[in-house]
């Protein structure tokens, strides 16, 4: 396994423009979570998968954002009508059900992220 | 609301230990990670901690203080790839998910 994997690594859109990232992680992990983040900030939470169903949504994920885990393997992040507010790293996390390696831990193990430029 | 604190910037000599401080006021608390992150890169795990006390893992070590809401990782034998940002991170309490609040990070410059 090579980790959780993003796609496209750099996306330069227009403002108004529609954007999607994808996100494959981990196979054995059924966790996924997106999280966005700007220049000299720390990731921001915005929202979390358990296998399919999307549990939590951050108040950040405007109605303009959707995020999609159709078969509890990879997900999608749509941007629609984008800001130039939205330009930033979008990252993606996941992790397994149950614990590995150091108990109670269950780490999350990132992507590399999506970085977002709206001109 | 949450809040984490860090320092902005730090700057340490090769071969030099630093410490880097990390305190947090959050409506619970269910476990404290570091993660390292290089520019453009993802973060990475280096340690948690849920109990007080220090945990140890190579050259890198990671304190906990509950009743005063107060990390720090400590880094020995600096080394030039350190150079990162070194992000404090709290996990709060939600039933079956595991998201983490972030600090803003440490920029950590390791010169010769």
């Known amino acids: 396994d090579t980790g959780v994997s993003q796609d496209p690594r750099h996306k330069i859109t227009k403002r108004g423009q529609n954007v999607t990232f994808r996100c494959d992680p981990i196979?054995?992990?059924?966790?996924l979570y997106w999280y966005r983040q700007t220049l000299g900030q720390g990731p921001e939470f915005l929202t979390y998968?358990?296998?399919?169903?999307?549990?939590?949504k951050s108040r950040l994920l405007s109605d303009r954002f959707s995020a999609e885990r159709p078969k509890g393997s990879f997900s999608t992040l749509e941007i629609q009508r984008t800001e130039q507010g939205d330009s930033a790293m979008y990252l993606c996390?996941?992790?397994?059900?149950?614990?590995?390696?150091?108990?109670?831990?269950?780490?999350?193990?990132f992507g590399a992220g999506s970085r977002l430029t709206v001109l | 609301g949450q809040n984490i604190d860090q320092p902005t910037e730090m700057t340490a000599t090769e071969g030099a230990i630093v410490q880097i401080n990390c305190t947090y006021q959050?409506?619970?608390?269910?476990?404290l990670f570091w993660y390292q992150q290089h520019a453009g890169e993802a973060p990475t795990f280096l340690s948690y901690?849920?109990?007080?006390g220090l945990e140890e893992k190579g050259r890198f070590s990671s304190f906990l203080s509950r009743s005063k809401g107060y990390s720090y990782l400590l880094l020995k034998e600096l080394q030039m790839k350190d150079s990162a940002s070194y992000l404090c991170?709290?996990?709060?309490?939600?039933?079956?998910?595991?998201?983490?609040?972030f600090g803003t990070g440490t920029r950590l410059t390791v010169i010769p």
């Open positions: 996390a996941s992790s397994p059900r149950r614990s590995m390696g150091q108990p109670g831990a269950n780490v999350l193990t």
């Open positions: 196979s054995e992990h059924n966790r």
């Open positions: 998968f358990q296998n399919e169903a999307q549990l939590e």
């Open positions: 959050t409506s619970g608390f269910n476990g």
């Open positions: 901690n849920v109990l007080d």
């Open positions: 991170a709290v996990r709060l309490p939600r039933v079956g998910a595991n998201n983490l609040f």
